[in-house]
Structures are given as C-alpha cells and as structure tokens.
C-alpha cells in the first residue's frame, strides 16, 4: 500500500503559521481581510463560501461576503468589485465561478485588481504566473500540489512529471509551476491515445492526474516508485466522492499517493488565507 499523502496534515502545519502572522498584524491594526462575492445560491459555491469562512476563523483572517441575486445587472456586479478594488481595508477578493450566463465572465473577472486576485482568475495575474513575475497570486489548487509535494519532501527537480489535463485552473499552471522548480514536464489531455498516455505515465516520477474524469489513471499505467497526485473530484454510483485515479488497484502498485478526499482539496482553503494574508503584509508595507 502507497504511504498516504493527507493534505489535511500539510494545511494544519501551514495553518499554524499564517495564524502566527494574522496575529502580528491584527495587534499592528491591520486585519487581513477576504471579499468573498457570490452570484445566486449554487449549492458548491455555497459549500467552498462555508469551507473558506471556517478556514478564515481558524487564522484570523476577516470575511467580508458581497452575496448578490442570480439575476443581478453586470453594471452592479461591475460596481461591487470596483468597490473592493478600491477599498484599503479588504485585501483579496474571491469571486465564486462560474457566474450565471447572462454575465461576461471574461469581463467581470478580468476587472479584480491583480494584487486582490487571491486565486489567479484574471488574465493579467495568468500572464504573471507565465512569465514568473512576482505581485499575483498562483491558482490555489495547483499550488496545492507543490505545496503537498514540498511538505512530504519529495522532490521535483531533475523529475519527470506528467500533468494530465491542460485546464487554465490546475493542468495549464501546476506544468508552468513544476518548471520553474526544475522539472521536466510532459502534459497529456483528451488527444492524447491511450497507448502514448499509459507510456508517457510509466515513464514518469510523478503524475499529476487533473482531467476531471473518473478513473483517467489506472494500476496498469503506474509503476513502483512514483507519486500520484489526484486532483479530480468526482461521484461515483454510491455518491460517494472520488478522484480521478483509480485509487485502490493504483496504491497498491505506487509509492505515494493523495487520497480523495482527504488530499489536494484538505489545502487549497488555507492557500487561498495564506495569500490574503500576504496581500496584507504587502498592504502594511506599503
């Protein structure tokens, strides 16, 4: 059986930290804050809003929510998030996605301010995750990934790694991050044959499985000696949630690997506070 990566274990380690500097600023006058701006009552968007709020009362972060009608004009929610933007005293926003489809998208999240766009939405915060420049924020679940994988100490220099999926949340920046930290990375997505696929992962140190579909990586295409980590989250016939390993035939045959759930996911809440509280930090500096 693969040692068992748990997020939760990383995240309570972190979480300890960020609230050591919450505090620090708290007593300067300055309390890291979090806009969270929600569009109509989407149950998942509701349960991330609950996880974030628990997670910002576990470091002394501050939340402010902005909840808004399904129904609501683009020129209002246009107006909300100029307000934050604007606003000294809130230091990030998190805008819950996807928005309702009579709003442009594009539009409303390209309007965050880069240095409040806590979970890298906006282009201009992708163009500074490509091009390695500091002041944006990384997407929280990918960073989620490398933060596991640092926690765990296993390496990623030197390593061949395969990102299955090429999505701009998780695919797309995980492969930018693990090459700025010296890996050798290879990207399958739903082009990719199966044949090559299988060989591409075999072949690999780690795997990194993002595709958003139930058993995309199964026991016959790891081998010993590699880490796994699943991003996926998804229903099986039971309900019950799982990722996009096949985990039980897999864990048996590698050296490590994330649960679901219990893995990736455990992290990204105290990812999206750390870097509230950096935006505060930054804030104070100023």
């Not at 300890?16 to 569009?39: F, N």
């Not at 039980?248 to 050296?255: A, C, G, N």
Request: glycine share 8%; hydrophobic share 45%.
């Amino acid at each position: 059986m693969a040692r068992l990566l748990k997020g939760k274990v990383a995240a309570d380690a972190l979480n300890e930290k960020l609230l050591e500097r919450a505090v620090a600023m708290c007593e300067e006058g300055t309390a890291p804050t979090l806009a969270i701006v929600r569009v109509g009552e989407n149950g998942s968007d509701i349960a991330y809003e609950n996880g974030a709020v628990k997670k910002a009362q576990q470091v002394a972060v501050a939340i402010e929510k902005f909840i808004c009608p399904a129904d609501i004009r683009e020129e209002d929610l246009m107006d909300i998030i100029d307000f934050i933007n604007c606003n000294e005293k809130i230091h990030g926003i998190l805008l819950l996605q996807p928005l309702p489809k009579h709003l442009n998208s594009e539009r409303i999240r390209n309007s965050i301010a880069i240095e409040k766009d806590m979970d890298c939405i906006g282009d201009g915060s992708l163009a500074g995750l490509f091009l390695q420049k500091k002041g944006g924020y990384a997407p929280c679940t990918a960073e989620s990934c490398m933060e596991i994988l640092k926690y765990y100490d296993i390496p990623v220099k030197g390593k061949k790694v395969v990102v299955i999926g090429r999505s701009l949340v998780i695919g797309k920046p995980v492969a930018l991050m693990l090459m700025a930290e010296n890996a050798t990375v290879t990207i399958c997505h739903t082009k990719t044959t199966e044949e090559d696929m299988a060989l591409l992962c075999k072949q690999a140190d780690i795997i990194i499985a993002a595709a958003g579909h139930r058993n995309t990586l199964t026991a016959e295409m790891v081998r010993p000696g590699q880490t796994v980590i699943d991003v996926g989250i998804n229903f099986n016939e039971e309900g019950k949630m799982v990722g996009d390993v096949d985990f039980e035939p897999v864990s048996e045959v590698v050296e490590a690997i994330t649960p679901v759930p219990g893995g990736v996911g455990s992290m990204t809440t105290t990812l999206l506070m750390k870097h509230v509280i950096e935006a505060a930090e930054k804030t104070m500096e100023k």
